[in-house]
């Protein structure tokens, strides 16, 4: 079945340092990737997403390219802010018939000091 | 749009107490996803609906647990008897499938469950 792996977490950085959360999947045909963001006490919010190959999704300075020749969607950020603390999620939607229900990665802490 | 809204926000009740949770996903939406999310162990689907009809309840954990979806716009989550264990925060979500696109989930801001 679809699955999606993360690197495991916790992430701390110091604010402006470079941030890179490592996304693989397994799925067959072409599913749409996304990333969500889940702050403290809060549902999780869309952050950006692919819908096919080589396409970037890119929001709040965040971005993240659809590599299908190595299944990866990971997430990058030039520059990270302590506003950035939070839980980053990938996931992906199949496409077909079953296009409806995601699979979500387990998630990665990002912790931002100052 | 208001987005997905859920209610209670929070929810304190004794064990063996009938509990409910309702959800208002966005207009539109096709489909309605109930997730559970507990640090041991992440977040689960429950259960999903795609207009208005369950597709997939393999993640309702036991027989305790029951969701309905009786229009496009209210569904409820409901756990009785509760159990201690179920104490958790609940997610509902909503997505629209239309025209071979998805545009990603839509989560309210939960549900926090708590049974003594």
């Known amino acids: 079945g679809d699955s999606v792996t993360q690197m495991e977490g916790p992430v701390t950085l110091s604010e402006e340092a470079f941030l890179t959360i490592n996304c693989t999947y397994t799925?067959?045909?072409?599913?749409?990737l996304f990333w969500y963001v889940q702050y403290p006490g809060e549902g999780l919010q869309l952050l950006l997403k692919?819908?096919?190959?080589?396409d970037k999704g890119s929001n709040k300075g965040f971005e993240a390219t659809y590599r299908k020749e190595t299944t990866s969607f990971h997430l990058e950020k030039g520059s990270v802010q302590v506003s950035d603390s939070a839980v980053y999620f990938c996931?992906?939607?199949?496409?077909?018939?079953?296009?409806?229900?995601?699979?979500f990665g387990d998630g990665t802490t990002l912790t931002v000091k100052p | 749009d208001a987005g997905v809204i859920q209610s209670p926000r929070h929810e304190v009740t004794e064990m063996g107490q009938e509990v409910t949770l309702r959800c208002k996903p966005i207009?539109?939406?096709?489909?309605l996803f109930w997730y559970r999310q507990t640090m041991m162990r992440g977040l689960e689907l429950l259960i999903y609906?795609?207009?208005?009809?369950?597709?997939?309840d393999s993640g309702m954990p036991e027989d305790r647990f029951s969701a309905k979806m009786p229009n496009a716009s209210f569904s409820t989550l409901k756990i009785q008897p509760s159990e201690p264990r179920d104490s958790a925060v609940y997610f509902c979500?909503?997505?629209?499938?239309?025209?071979?696109?998805?545009?990603?989930?839509?989560f309210g801001s939960g549900t926090r469950l708590t049974v003594v």
């Open positions: 979500a909503s997505s629209s499938h239309s025209r071979g696109a998805n545009y990603g989930y839509t």
């Open positions: 799925a067959t045909g072409y599913p749409s």
């Open positions: 692919a819908t096919k190959a080589d």
């Open positions: 996931a992906l939607i199949p496409s077909g018939t079953n296009a409806g229900k995601s699979t």
């Open positions: 609906f795609n207009n208005n009809v369950p597709i997939d």
């Open positions: 207009s539109g939406h096709d489909y």
